[in-house]
Protein backbone atom coordinates (compact mmCIF):
# COMPACT_ATOMS: atom_id res chain seq x y z
CA UNK A 1 0.00 0.00 0.00
CA UNK A 2 1.96 3.15 -1.08
CA UNK A 3 1.89 6.50 1.64
CA UNK A 4 -0.34 9.08 0.71
CA UNK A 5 1.62 12.26 -0.71
CA UNK A 6 2.21 15.46 0.62
CA UNK A 7 -0.03 17.00 -1.84
CA UNK A 8 -2.86 14.18 -1.31
CA UNK A 9 -3.67 15.35 2.29
CA UNK A 10 -4.25 18.76 1.72
CA UNK A 11 -6.87 17.56 -1.35
CA UNK A 12 -8.73 15.03 1.19
CA UNK A 13 -8.56 17.80 3.81
CA UNK A 14 -10.38 20.33 1.34
CA UNK A 15 -12.52 17.84 0.44
CA UNK A 16 -13.55 17.48 3.45
CA UNK A 17 -14.21 20.77 4.43
CA UNK A 18 -16.82 21.26 1.03
CA UNK A 19 -19.14 18.21 2.80
CA UNK A 20 -18.91 18.70 6.35
CA UNK A 21 -20.67 21.70 7.20
CA UNK A 22 -23.39 19.83 5.55
CA UNK A 23 -22.93 17.04 7.82
CA UNK A 24 -22.77 19.65 11.08
CA UNK A 25 -26.62 20.83 10.01
CA UNK A 26 -27.38 17.34 9.55
CA UNK A 27 -26.36 16.14 12.61
CA UNK A 28 -27.52 19.81 14.35
CA UNK A 29 -31.27 19.43 12.43
CA UNK A 30 -31.82 15.81 14.97
CA UNK A 31 -30.96 17.91 17.79
CA UNK A 32 -33.23 20.51 17.05
CA UNK A 33 -35.91 18.49 16.04
CA UNK A 34 -35.25 16.45 19.59
CA UNK A 35 -35.35 20.45 20.72
CA UNK A 36 -38.86 21.24 20.46
CA UNK A 37 -40.54 17.75 20.33
CA UNK A 38 -39.39 17.25 24.18
CA UNK A 39 -40.35 20.58 25.19
CA UNK A 40 -44.09 20.52 23.17
CA UNK A 41 -44.67 16.42 24.47
CA UNK A 42 -46.28 17.72 27.67
CA UNK A 43 -48.99 19.61 25.99
CA UNK A 44 -50.01 17.02 23.94
CA UNK A 45 -50.02 14.65 27.41
CA UNK A 46 -52.23 16.37 29.66
CA UNK A 47 -55.04 14.14 30.17
CA UNK A 48 -52.63 10.74 29.96
CA UNK A 49 -50.71 12.66 32.88
CA UNK A 50 -53.54 14.06 34.90
CA UNK A 51 -54.83 10.03 35.29
CA UNK A 52 -52.14 10.16 37.67
CA UNK A 53 -51.35 13.74 38.81
CA UNK A 54 -54.57 15.36 39.53
CA UNK A 55 -53.43 18.45 39.70
CA UNK A 56 -53.24 19.17 35.90
CA UNK A 57 -56.62 18.87 35.26
CA UNK A 58 -56.78 22.37 36.77
CA UNK A 59 -56.36 24.75 33.72
CA UNK A 60 -54.45 27.57 35.53
CA UNK A 61 -51.63 25.48 37.27
CA UNK A 62 -51.42 23.58 33.66
CA UNK A 63 -50.70 26.91 32.12
CA UNK A 64 -48.58 28.15 35.16
CA UNK A 65 -46.52 24.65 34.31
CA UNK A 66 -46.27 25.44 30.54
CA UNK A 67 -45.05 28.89 31.34
CA UNK A 68 -42.49 28.62 33.69
CA UNK A 69 -40.36 27.12 31.09
CA UNK A 70 -40.89 29.77 28.51
CA UNK A 71 -39.80 32.24 31.41
CA UNK A 72 -36.72 31.05 32.40
CA UNK A 73 -36.13 29.59 28.88
CA UNK A 74 -36.25 33.79 27.89
CA UNK A 75 -34.45 35.07 30.67
CA UNK A 76 -32.06 32.27 30.18
CA UNK A 77 -31.09 32.33 26.57
CA UNK A 78 -28.93 36.39 26.33
CA UNK A 79 -26.72 34.36 29.45
CA UNK A 80 -26.62 31.43 27.51
CA UNK A 81 -25.47 33.10 24.46
CA UNK A 82 -22.98 35.17 25.91
CA UNK A 83 -21.65 32.09 27.21
CA UNK A 84 -21.49 30.25 23.74
CA UNK A 85 -19.60 33.62 22.67
CA UNK A 86 -16.48 32.32 24.71
CA UNK A 87 -16.51 28.78 25.09
CA UNK A 88 -17.24 25.55 22.99
CA UNK A 89 -20.21 25.52 21.18
CA UNK A 90 -19.29 21.85 20.26
CA UNK A 91 -19.62 20.95 24.24
CA UNK A 92 -22.61 23.16 25.13
CA UNK A 93 -24.75 21.37 22.63
CA UNK A 94 -23.71 18.20 23.92
CA UNK A 95 -23.99 18.90 27.40
CA UNK A 96 -27.26 20.76 26.70
CA UNK A 97 -29.12 18.17 24.76
CA UNK A 98 -27.64 15.58 27.42
CA UNK A 99 -29.29 17.60 30.41
CA UNK A 100 -32.63 18.44 28.45
CA UNK A 101 -32.97 14.49 27.58
CA UNK A 102 -32.16 13.74 30.86
CA UNK A 103 -34.92 15.77 32.23
CA UNK A 104 -36.94 14.23 29.52
CA UNK A 105 -36.34 10.97 31.06
CA UNK A 106 -36.68 11.80 35.11
CA UNK A 107 -40.01 13.51 34.00
CA UNK A 108 -41.17 9.56 33.43
CA UNK A 109 -40.87 9.24 37.17
CA UNK A 110 -42.75 12.05 38.56
CA UNK A 111 -46.09 11.75 40.89
CA UNK A 112 -46.83 15.19 41.51
CA UNK A 113 -46.87 18.68 40.68
CA UNK A 114 -44.17 20.28 42.17
CA UNK A 115 -41.74 17.63 40.79
CA UNK A 116 -42.82 18.23 37.04
CA UNK A 117 -42.40 22.45 37.94
CA UNK A 118 -38.81 22.14 39.09
CA UNK A 119 -37.75 19.69 36.29
CA UNK A 120 -39.61 21.92 33.36
CA UNK A 121 -37.84 24.92 34.73
CA UNK A 122 -34.07 22.51 34.48
CA UNK A 123 -35.45 22.28 30.94
CA UNK A 124 -35.37 25.36 30.08
CA UNK A 125 -31.97 26.26 31.05
CA UNK A 126 -30.64 23.67 29.38
CA UNK A 127 -32.65 24.32 26.03
CA UNK A 128 -31.89 28.07 26.11
CA UNK A 129 -28.06 26.99 25.71
CA UNK A 130 -28.88 25.11 22.33
CA UNK A 131 -30.35 27.44 19.83
CA UNK A 132 -27.64 30.10 20.21
CA UNK A 133 -24.75 27.91 20.39
CA UNK A 134 -26.10 26.30 17.19
CA UNK A 135 -27.26 29.14 15.22
CA UNK A 136 -23.41 30.80 15.22
CA UNK A 137 -21.61 27.28 14.86
CA UNK A 138 -23.76 27.06 11.25
CA UNK A 139 -22.86 30.50 10.52
CA UNK A 140 -19.11 29.89 10.98
CA UNK A 141 -19.21 26.64 8.77
CA UNK A 142 -21.20 28.52 6.04
CA UNK A 143 -19.20 32.31 6.18
CA UNK A 144 -20.84 33.01 2.41
CA UNK A 145 -22.76 30.78 0.07
CA UNK A 146 -25.05 28.18 1.33
CA UNK A 147 -25.56 30.68 4.93
CA UNK A 148 -29.53 31.31 4.68
CA UNK A 149 -29.98 27.69 3.42
CA UNK A 150 -28.17 26.36 5.75
CA UNK A 151 -29.63 27.57 8.74
CA UNK A 152 -33.30 27.25 7.21
CA UNK A 153 -32.91 23.38 7.12
CA UNK A 154 -31.55 23.44 10.44
CA UNK A 155 -34.90 25.67 11.18
CA UNK A 156 -37.09 23.01 9.74
CA UNK A 157 -36.07 20.68 12.37
CA UNK A 158 -37.55 22.92 15.00
CA UNK A 159 -40.47 22.68 12.65
CA UNK A 160 -40.58 18.82 12.80
CA UNK A 161 -40.29 18.50 16.15
CA UNK A 162 -43.10 20.85 16.82
CA UNK A 163 -45.45 18.58 14.77
CA UNK A 164 -43.86 14.92 16.13
CA UNK A 165 -44.35 16.21 19.31
CA UNK A 166 -48.04 16.35 18.95
CA UNK A 167 -48.09 12.93 18.74
CA UNK A 168 -47.27 12.30 21.90
CA UNK A 169 -50.88 11.85 23.43
CA UNK A 170 -51.18 8.88 20.63
CA UNK A 171 -47.73 7.15 21.62
CA UNK A 172 -48.68 7.83 25.60
CA UNK A 173 -52.15 6.22 24.85
CA UNK A 174 -50.28 3.01 23.05
CA UNK A 175 -47.98 2.54 25.97
CA UNK A 176 -47.91 5.19 28.89
CA UNK A 177 -46.80 8.34 29.27
CA UNK A 178 -44.11 7.40 31.69
CA UNK A 179 -42.89 5.37 28.72
CA UNK A 180 -42.85 8.11 26.30
CA UNK A 181 -40.82 10.36 28.31
CA UNK A 182 -38.22 7.64 29.33
CA UNK A 183 -37.47 6.42 25.81
CA UNK A 184 -36.98 10.13 24.71
CA UNK A 185 -35.19 10.86 27.09
CA UNK A 186 -32.76 8.16 26.16
CA UNK A 187 -32.72 8.52 22.67
CA UNK A 188 -31.59 12.35 23.52
CA UNK A 189 -28.98 10.63 25.81
CA UNK A 190 -27.71 8.46 23.35
CA UNK A 191 -27.46 11.14 20.54
CA UNK A 192 -25.62 13.32 22.65
CA UNK A 193 -22.75 10.42 23.15
CA UNK A 194 -23.10 10.41 18.74
CA UNK A 195 -22.09 14.09 18.98
CA UNK A 196 -19.04 14.00 20.97
CA UNK A 197 -17.36 12.25 18.27
CA UNK A 198 -19.15 13.24 15.21
CA UNK A 199 -19.37 17.04 15.93
CA UNK A 200 -16.55 19.26 15.46
CA UNK A 201 -16.00 23.16 16.53
CA UNK A 202 -15.20 25.19 13.82
CA UNK A 203 -11.33 25.78 13.27
CA UNK A 204 -10.40 29.53 12.54
CA UNK A 205 -8.83 29.56 9.12
CA UNK A 206 -7.45 32.70 9.38
CA UNK A 207 -3.54 33.56 9.49
CA UNK A 208 -1.90 33.18 12.92
CA UNK A 209 -1.57 36.56 14.00
CA UNK A 210 -4.88 37.75 12.99
CA UNK A 211 -6.48 34.48 15.18
CA UNK A 212 -4.72 35.74 18.34
CA UNK A 213 -6.08 39.74 17.76
CA UNK A 214 -9.29 38.32 17.39
CA UNK A 215 -8.90 36.05 20.22
CA UNK A 216 -7.35 38.59 22.40
CA UNK A 217 -10.35 41.07 21.84
CA UNK A 218 -12.59 38.31 22.48
CA UNK A 219 -11.07 37.22 25.92
CA UNK A 220 -10.53 40.81 26.95
CA UNK A 221 -14.19 41.91 26.35
CA UNK A 222 -16.75 41.39 29.34
CA UNK A 223 -19.86 40.01 29.01
CA UNK A 224 -20.77 43.43 29.96
CA UNK A 225 -18.80 45.47 27.22
CA UNK A 226 -20.11 43.06 24.45
CA UNK A 227 -24.03 43.97 25.78
CA UNK A 228 -22.97 47.74 25.24
CA UNK A 229 -21.19 46.62 21.64
CA UNK A 230 -24.18 45.10 20.40
CA UNK A 231 -27.02 47.56 21.93
CA UNK A 232 -24.84 51.01 20.79
CA UNK A 233 -25.83 49.46 17.03
CA UNK A 234 -28.88 50.69 16.07
CA UNK A 235 -29.37 47.87 13.11
CA UNK A 236 -29.43 45.25 16.05
CA UNK A 237 -32.57 46.98 17.28
CA UNK A 238 -34.45 46.85 14.49
CA UNK A 239 -33.50 43.35 14.06
CA UNK A 240 -34.98 42.47 17.64
CA UNK A 241 -37.57 44.40 17.00
CA UNK A 242 -38.72 42.74 13.38
CA UNK A 243 -37.59 39.49 15.13
CA UNK A 244 -39.84 40.24 18.08
CA UNK A 245 -43.09 41.21 16.23
CA UNK A 246 -43.02 38.41 13.71
CA UNK A 247 -42.84 36.28 16.64
CA UNK A 248 -46.42 37.34 18.20
CA UNK A 249 -48.15 35.65 14.80
CA UNK A 250 -45.37 32.42 14.81
CA UNK A 251 -46.22 31.54 18.41
CA UNK A 252 -50.25 32.49 17.93
CA UNK A 253 -50.27 29.95 14.96
CA UNK A 254 -48.98 27.62 17.26
CA UNK A 255 -51.02 27.95 19.92
CA UNK A 256 -54.18 29.17 18.72
CA UNK A 257 -54.27 28.40 14.96
CA UNK A 258 -56.36 25.17 15.93
CA UNK A 259 -58.84 26.49 17.91
CA UNK A 260 -58.95 29.46 15.41
CA UNK A 261 -59.62 26.98 12.26
CA UNK A 262 -61.87 24.96 15.01
CA UNK A 263 -64.04 27.95 15.50
CA UNK A 264 -64.22 29.57 11.79
CA UNK A 265 -64.86 26.44 10.22
CA UNK A 266 -66.77 24.55 12.63
CA UNK A 267 -64.93 21.54 12.70
CA UNK A 268 -63.78 19.06 15.79
CA UNK A 269 -60.73 19.51 17.05
CA UNK A 270 -59.61 15.60 15.55
CA UNK A 271 -59.38 17.29 12.29
CA UNK A 272 -58.44 21.15 12.81
CA UNK A 273 -55.56 20.22 14.70
CA UNK A 274 -53.55 18.29 12.09
CA UNK A 275 -55.22 20.58 9.73
CA UNK A 276 -53.24 23.74 11.15
CA UNK A 277 -49.93 22.24 12.71
CA UNK A 278 -49.48 20.07 9.12
CA UNK A 279 -50.35 23.50 6.90
CA UNK A 280 -47.64 25.62 8.75
CA UNK A 281 -44.92 23.23 9.01
CA UNK A 282 -45.28 21.86 5.27
CA UNK A 283 -45.52 25.40 3.42
CA UNK A 284 -42.69 26.62 6.32
CA UNK A 285 -40.66 23.92 5.09
CA UNK A 286 -41.28 25.02 1.95
CA UNK A 287 -40.58 28.50 2.42
CA UNK A 288 -37.04 27.87 3.59
CA UNK A 289 -36.61 26.15 0.36
CA UNK A 290 -37.77 29.62 -1.45
CA UNK A 291 -35.61 31.58 0.90
CA UNK A 292 -32.48 29.85 1.64
CA UNK A 293 -31.23 29.58 -1.99
CA UNK A 294 -32.92 33.04 -3.37
CA UNK A 295 -31.03 34.66 -0.49
CA UNK A 296 -27.89 33.16 -1.14
CA UNK A 297 -27.79 34.28 -4.48
CA UNK A 298 -29.22 37.56 -3.91
CA UNK A 299 -26.35 38.68 -1.84
CA UNK A 300 -23.62 37.64 -4.39
CA UNK A 301 -25.57 40.64 -6.59
CA UNK A 302 -26.72 43.22 -3.88
CA UNK A 303 -25.38 43.12 0.09
CA UNK A 304 -29.03 43.82 0.48
CA UNK A 305 -30.42 40.74 -1.34
CA UNK A 306 -30.97 38.83 2.45
CA UNK A 307 -32.80 41.76 3.87
CA UNK A 308 -35.14 41.48 0.47
CA UNK A 309 -35.78 38.09 0.81
CA UNK A 310 -36.48 38.43 4.41
CA UNK A 311 -38.59 41.62 3.56
CA UNK A 312 -40.34 39.23 1.10
CA UNK A 313 -41.60 36.76 3.70
CA UNK A 314 -42.49 39.66 5.76
CA UNK A 315 -44.46 40.75 3.28
CA UNK A 316 -46.16 37.18 2.34
CA UNK A 317 -47.26 37.06 6.03
CA UNK A 318 -49.18 40.46 6.32
CA UNK A 319 -52.29 39.57 3.76
CA UNK A 320 -52.24 35.64 5.23
CA UNK A 321 -52.89 36.57 8.85
CA UNK A 322 -56.23 38.93 7.37
CA UNK A 323 -56.88 36.01 5.36
CA UNK A 324 -56.45 33.63 8.54
CA UNK A 325 -58.36 35.77 10.93
CA UNK A 326 -61.78 36.81 8.80
CA UNK A 327 -62.01 33.81 6.42
CA UNK A 328 -64.67 31.33 6.73
CA UNK A 329 -64.08 28.68 4.35
CA UNK A 330 -62.12 25.49 4.83
CA UNK A 331 -60.43 26.07 1.38
CA UNK A 332 -59.31 29.65 1.81
CA UNK A 333 -57.84 29.23 5.45
CA UNK A 334 -56.00 26.54 4.47
CA UNK A 335 -54.26 28.57 1.17
CA UNK A 336 -53.99 31.57 3.86
CA UNK A 337 -51.86 29.28 6.41
CA UNK A 338 -49.62 27.70 3.34
CA UNK A 339 -49.04 31.78 2.30
CA UNK A 340 -48.44 32.33 6.03
CA UNK A 341 -45.81 29.56 6.37
CA UNK A 342 -43.82 30.48 3.18
CA UNK A 343 -43.32 34.01 4.04
CA UNK A 344 -42.08 32.57 7.38
CA UNK A 345 -39.85 30.26 6.38
CA UNK A 346 -38.52 32.90 4.27
CA UNK A 347 -38.41 35.20 7.18
CA UNK A 348 -36.45 32.64 9.19
CA UNK A 349 -33.86 31.45 7.22
CA UNK A 350 -32.43 34.58 7.10
CA UNK A 351 -32.39 35.95 10.38
CA UNK A 352 -29.02 34.92 11.73
CA UNK A 353 -27.51 35.59 8.15
CA UNK A 354 -28.66 39.40 8.41
CA UNK A 355 -27.52 39.01 12.07
CA UNK A 356 -24.18 38.36 10.88
CA UNK A 357 -23.95 41.31 8.59
CA UNK A 358 -24.30 43.93 11.62
CA UNK A 359 -22.87 41.42 14.67
CA UNK A 360 -19.50 40.06 15.29
CA UNK A 361 -18.91 36.95 15.02
CA UNK A 362 -17.40 37.67 19.09
CA UNK A 363 -21.09 38.75 20.17
CA UNK A 364 -23.36 36.74 17.65
CA UNK A 365 -24.66 33.71 19.95
CA UNK A 366 -25.17 36.77 22.46
CA UNK A 367 -27.14 38.72 20.19
CA UNK A 368 -28.95 36.06 18.87
CA UNK A 369 -29.79 35.04 22.42
CA UNK A 370 -31.31 38.44 22.92
CA UNK A 371 -33.66 38.31 20.25
CA UNK A 372 -34.29 34.33 21.33
CA UNK A 373 -35.32 35.93 24.43
CA UNK A 374 -37.65 38.53 23.08
CA UNK A 375 -39.28 36.07 20.84
CA UNK A 376 -39.85 33.80 23.48
CA UNK A 377 -41.25 36.71 26.16
CA UNK A 378 -43.28 37.79 23.37
CA UNK A 379 -45.08 34.37 22.69
CA UNK A 380 -46.00 33.94 26.48
CA UNK A 381 -47.39 37.21 26.28
CA UNK A 382 -49.23 36.86 23.13
CA UNK A 383 -50.69 33.27 24.09
CA UNK A 384 -51.90 34.74 27.42
CA UNK A 385 -53.61 37.94 25.67
CA UNK A 386 -55.06 35.83 23.09
CA UNK A 387 -56.91 33.39 25.52
CA UNK A 388 -58.39 36.83 27.43
CA UNK A 389 -59.02 38.52 24.02
CA UNK A 390 -60.76 35.29 22.23
CA UNK A 391 -64.39 36.32 23.46
CA UNK A 392 -64.20 40.40 23.85
CA UNK A 393 -62.97 40.44 20.33
CA UNK A 394 -62.45 37.37 18.85
CA UNK A 395 -58.94 35.35 17.70
CA UNK A 396 -59.64 36.27 14.17
CA UNK A 397 -59.81 39.56 14.42
CA UNK A 398 -56.78 39.30 16.42
CA UNK A 399 -55.45 37.56 13.99
CA UNK A 400 -55.99 40.12 11.23
CA UNK A 401 -54.37 42.89 13.39
CA UNK A 402 -51.10 41.19 13.77
CA UNK A 403 -50.33 42.19 10.15
CA UNK A 404 -50.41 45.87 10.89
CA UNK A 405 -47.65 45.37 13.81
CA UNK A 406 -45.72 43.35 10.70
CA UNK A 407 -46.29 46.07 8.24
CA UNK A 408 -44.42 48.40 11.07
CA UNK A 409 -41.46 46.00 10.67
CA UNK A 410 -41.22 45.39 6.94
CA UNK A 411 -40.54 49.80 6.77
CA UNK A 412 -38.17 49.41 9.10
CA UNK A 413 -36.34 46.52 8.29
CA UNK A 414 -36.30 48.43 4.52
CA UNK A 415 -35.43 51.94 5.86
CA UNK A 416 -32.79 51.49 8.36
CA UNK A 417 -30.91 48.39 7.80
CA UNK A 418 -27.89 48.67 4.76
CA UNK A 419 -25.29 46.41 5.70
CA UNK A 420 -21.78 47.03 3.97
CA UNK A 421 -21.00 43.71 3.61
CA UNK A 422 -22.64 39.98 4.24
CA UNK A 423 -20.14 39.36 6.96
CA UNK A 424 -19.81 41.90 9.68
CA UNK A 425 -16.04 40.18 9.91
CA UNK A 426 -15.32 41.33 6.57
CA UNK A 427 -15.71 45.07 7.60
CA UNK A 428 -13.89 44.37 10.29
CA UNK A 429 -10.76 42.75 8.89
CA UNK A 430 -10.73 45.61 6.44
CA UNK A 431 -10.79 47.98 8.61
CA UNK A 432 -7.51 46.15 10.64
CA UNK A 433 -5.55 46.07 7.47
CA UNK A 434 -6.58 49.96 6.90
CA UNK A 435 -5.22 50.87 10.49
CA UNK A 436 -1.78 48.81 10.55
CA UNK A 437 -0.79 50.37 6.88
Known sequence: MTKPTDTALPQAQAQRSRWYPWVVVGLLWVVALLNYMDRQMLSTMQSNIANDIPALRNAEAFGALMAIFLWI?????????AIADRLSRKWLIVGSLGVWSGVTYAMGYCSDFHQLMWLRGIMGISEALYIPSALSLIADYFTGKGRSLAIGLHMTGLYCGQALGGFGSLVATTWSWQSTFHWFGIIGVAYALVLIFLLHEKKNDLPAAKRQVKAEKRNSESIIQSFAVVFSNIAFWVILFFFATSSIPGWATK???PTLFQDNLGMSMEWAGPMATLTIAVSSFIGVMIGGPMSDRWVKRNVRGRIFTSAIGLAMMIPALVLI?????????????LFFGVGYGMFDANNMPILC?????????????????????????TTQLLGGLAESVGLGMCFALMGGIL???LALQLLVLRP??????????????????
Open 255 to 257: NWL
Open 357 to 381: QFVSSRQRAMAYGFMNSLGVIMGAI
Open 420 to 437: KYDDKDQEEALEAETISE
Open 407 to 409: LVA
Open 73 to 81: YGIASPFSG
Open 325 to 337: GLAHNAWLSVLAG
